[in-house]
């Protein structure tokens, strides 16, 4: 990358603070972002190699945006900045979110064939966005580590165990109709990264 192109990087960096500095006093002290700026700033840190800046503008996030579920990509964003920070039981449950997100984005990055583990209506969706949305590869050697790591992460026991129970509830919601036992199901599903975090 050329001193120009980093330089207008930092400048879109710049720009989307100011867009959302606006936004905040537009709306009297609270964003509404309707325009999704609030996702765009880790891409440009990581095209920059500034995991720093970019795991400021997390922490920011999170204290601006703490119910904001995120989009898959984004989350698989934020596990390789903590990966990349060293921040690496941080990085473990933001991966375990990532895979909650889109079950499919991990063998994306890893060039591995998908795994259908369950066929829902999201499905179709959650690959073709991918496709068209997600541009990082292990390729890029200056993934190497992250690569390496995520590999090591995936194939351990506590993946692994989280990933089964996971798929065993989607598949569980698929056939079971709305009553307790769905609702325990959906609650379950949902609490699955927190009940991991700590192991």
Not at 7 to 26: F, G, S, V
Not at 54 to 72: I, R, V
Not at 120 to 135: A, I, R, T, V
Request: glycine share 4%; proline share 4%.
């Amino acid at each position: 990358m050329t001193p120009k192109q980093a330089e207008r990087l930092k400048n879109k960096i710049m720009k989307i603070k100011h867009a959302l500095a606006d936004d905040k006093k537009r709306w009297g002290g609270f964003y509404d972002d309707s325009r999704g700026l609030r996702y765009l700033q880790p891409e440009l840190y990581i095209k920059l190699d500034d995991y720093t800046g970019a795991l400021s503008y997390f922490n920011w996030f999170q204290k601006n945006f703490p119910d904001d579920s995120c989009f898959a990509m984004f989350l698989f964003e934020w596990t390789l900045t903590l990966q990349k920070t060293k921040r690496i039981k941080q990085a473990e449950t933001k991966a375990l979110e990532t895979f909650f997100s889109n079950t499919y984005l991990f063998d994306k990055f890893l060039q591995k064939e998908p795994i259908h583990h369950f066929k829902n209506q999201n499905s179709n969706w959650e690959q073709s966005s991918l496709d068209e949305y997600f541009h990082y590869s292990r390729d890029e050697k200056r993934f190497s580590e992250f690569t390496e790591w995520l590999e090591q992460f995936l194939s351990g026991e506590k993946f692994y165990r989280f990933a089964n129970r996971f798929i065993e509830i989607q598949k569980q919601l698929e056939t079971e109709p709305i009553g307790p036992k769905r609702n325990s199901l959906i609650e379950e599903q949902y609490s699955l990264p927190d009940k991991f975090e700590n192991e």
